[in-house]
Structure formats: structure tokens, C-alpha cells
């Protein structure tokens, strides 16, 4: 099969074997807002279309490939959502003759205030390493530009919320008044330290941003420093969010954003077990399994 | 007396009366950072100097003018400060024959985990409006690109907090994802009274402004009212991290900025006084009477 990753701003296919092995691997900067004209489908034949010339393999895709302004909206699935009512939320796309591909939908959720969240991409990531999970309950993090925190209980995602950490550390530090005194350095641990206890003060997020400053004015801050503080403020500020967190957490990123969040559940006090990031393909091998076989 | 409130992108100097009337009120695009070669002396010469030819009016300036970045640093005066503090720390500055200004200093304070916050031009504001607040004690906040909110006991300054409201909100329309879908319209009460309610909701910050793009996905909120939603959230932020915010708010903006917060305020029970915002001129005026008399 042909397991595709289509966000915003990447693409990435995989050939699979029968078992689920990565046999190839192709990444373009070909992300949905990149495809001239919306001709998504002549997109994907330019990129994998030698993979399919000799067999009828199953191309699954899942990303902002299925939102609205990608090719073909595939409605989110609502929570609780596990892996039946993602495989049965598929749409299918033809594409020439001969090719048929099928994009997993995202999921949405209600709080208790009834505001909706959506997440799409991640679905496919958590059902790739449900079984590096333990089967009654899990709090599984995917930090990032929108992370998301979803909650699996018997394998199925009941609830998940986005939280906007990173854009808001991107632009602080562009746009803000903040980002003047920042200096380009190494993370600085004890300052990241220093900003997810920060985050457990009263006082808001708002007045604590403000803080970066007038810590900076007073010296108690050095200007290489404060992006790491401004960091471990966000992102305390984000698992401060989070309810019930007490057992071990479950983190799905890179290796350098999830040591992040390794040391700022630590922190907390409490543990973190870092997951694969390669859940993607192996959700949507997970998924070809469900695909009708006609 | 002259009177100057002279901030980082705004020149305002007063001619008062020896009862503090306002005789002439003169503005100019001069703010600290637009002086060229911190050239102050010449600056103000330019804009008042006609004022001092025939006597020797007292000048007093506040706000930014007394920063590091401005002509000479007035050093904070820390919390609780009342009049007498903020007057023993004036600085002055000759600049040229017979030509002598003061500085007033802005204030500090320390939160309990030592965190120093600053303000600079409020004090003078604050000292203003001493007159219509109720001795004991009061908050007063000072809305607007940082707000202050600063509590006042015994007409002294006893703490304060900023909050970066006013600077995240222009942010988050220019530069975040948010902002794409903000249409320019006119204040849609109604969902700025949503947005201060939602804030009171668990969930944090980070997580309620992802919840400005889904509430809009899912047709809940109008591109049209979005930017009111998301200012209704933020100031709903600002007020929730106020502690002990019981009794009458006294707000001290223009008037448009007031009515948001008086609409904030009553959207969470609290009720609202909002104060003339000639504070500084008043300020100004309060402080001329402590200058030495040599």
C-alpha cells in the first residue's frame, strides 16, 4: 500500500510491504496550500504514480489533505471516536484511470461549554501507536505549532484539546515586544525550568508574558535565556490546562520538542514516556485493513 | 507650571494655571523614540520653549522620557509608594541657560515568588485621580496595550500588575492563524460578552484561542465577530487573574476602551467607575507642589 502524509506545508508518501515496512520513502515541499490550481490529483501522480504503474496498491492519505481547502473535505468523525468509526468516516477520490485513493477524516469534539476542537492528521498518528498504550486510559500529547492532548480510554479517543503553544511562542517572540530582547542561544534548561514553575503562579498568562520583560529589565533574566523561559511559560501554562493529569503521559514529537515536554511534565512531577513519531504510516497501514475489498 | 506626558511614540505638553487649569494643550508625533540623536533638550525647547521665555515656570514630565531609553533615567520607586515616594524620586535635568525639568519616576514592585513588575506614566495617572477614589481602598485599572491594574489602600500605591491585553489582541489579529478569518466590522457586543465568559471556563488561555478558529469552522462565530470574541477573551483573562475583585472597579481609559471594560466587569458581576483620563495633567499638577523651592 501507499501510506501519504499531505499537511499544510509538506508532503510525504511511503511504499509499504504487506507487513507494514517502510520500502521507500519520498518527501516534497508540496503541501496542499503549494498545488497550483487545486490539481491535487495530477500533485499525487507526479510524486508516486511509478509506484502504482505495475499493481492495484491502496493509497491512503490522511493531513490537511481532507480539510476544506484541501482535495476532498472528509467530514470530522466526532469523539468518542476509535479506529471503526475513522475507517467508516474514509472518502474516496478518483483520480484518472485506475486510481482510487481514500482520505482519513479528522475528529472533532465538544467541551462542556459546547466550543467545538478539530484536530486532523493526529487521528491517524494516535491510532499508529495505540499499542504502545495501555488499554483502559491514556493521556497521549502531540506538542507542535496546535498541540493537541487527547484522552484514550479502551482505545478510542473520548476527548482531545488544541492548544495554540507554539504559534503563540513564534509570535511573541516575532511580533511582540518580548522578542526585542531575545538572543539566539542554546536552550537554556534552568530558564525553561524556571518558566514551567512560573506557570503555576496566580497572576495569568498575560501578566506573566509581561514578566519575561521586567525580569529582563531587572537583570534577574539574561537576554539569552528568555526564549527558553518564555518557552517553558507556554508550555506550563499549557499542561497547567490540562485536567486529571497524574499519571505517566504519552508524547508524540520529535526528539528535541519532546525532551521539551519530557522536562516540563518532570517538572510537574510527573513521567513521560516519548513514542515513535512514525505513527502516521503505521495508523494508516492500521487503516488499509478496513478498506473495502472490491 | 508646564506638564509634559511624554511616552514612547507621543508628545503632550500642558500650560497650567496656578490652579491647575489647562491655559494651552500642544501634541506632537515626538515620542522618545522619535528624537533624534536623544537630543531632548532641543525637543522640548522646540515644542514649549516660547511657554518659558518670560517666566520660570516649573517643568515636570512623565512616562517613558524617564526610561533608560529616554533622557535620564528616573529610577522606580518601589510599592507601596504613595505621593511623597514618588516625588523624593524625581530627578531633573538642566538643559541649557536657566532651563531646569523633572523627571517623575515610575514604580516596582515584587510579586511573592520575586518576579518585579514596572509601570511608568500610571503613577502619575493614579496620583491624579487620588481625589475621586475611596480612601481605603481601591483597584484601578488602566486598560490598553499593557494594562495595569493597580491596588490602592490608604491613597497609597500598595501593588499593581501588568497584563500585555492590549499587545497579544494585535498580535494574534495580525500575525496568528486567527486573524485570517477577522473581517473589519464594528464591535459585536454580544460576542465580546461570550468571549469574557468563556474565559471563565477551565482550559487556559492557549486552549480557548484555538477555540476562536473552531467555533468559527463550525458557523458558531461570525468571521464578523470574531476579533470582538477574541477581545472579549482576553480582557475576561485579564479580569480572571485579578485576585480579590469584588468591590467597584474604577477604570481610568477613553472612552471607548473604558466601555469594554465596564462591559467585562458587569458581564462577571463586578460593577465600574470609569475616571476622567486627565490623570497625568492632575498628577502633574499635584507634583509641582513638592519641588523644592530654591
Known sequence: MIAIDWGTSSFRAYRLSEQGGVLEKREATLGILAVSDGNFAAALESQVGDWLDDGDAPVLMSGMIGSRQGWKEAPYAACPAGEPEIAAGMVDVNWGEGRRAWIVPGLSCRDESGIPDVLRGEETQLLGVLSDLPRNSAWVCLPGTHSKWARLEDHRIVEFSTHMTGEVFAIMRQ????????????????????????ARDAGGLLHHLFGVRSAGLFGQLADESSASYLSGLLIGHELAAIP????????????????RYVQALSTCGISALVLDSDGVVKGLFRLSASLPKD
Chains 1, 2 share one sequence.
Do not use: C, P
Open 175 to 198: 511580533h511582540s515586544i518580548l522578542g526585542r530582547m531575545m538572543r539566539e542561544a542554546q536552550v537554556d534548561e534552568e530558564a525553561f525550568a524556571d518558566g514551567v514553575v512560573r
Open 244 to 259: 486529571r493529569l497524574s499519571e505517566t503521559v504519552y508524547v508524540l514529537a520529535s526528539e528535541q520538542l519532546a525532551a
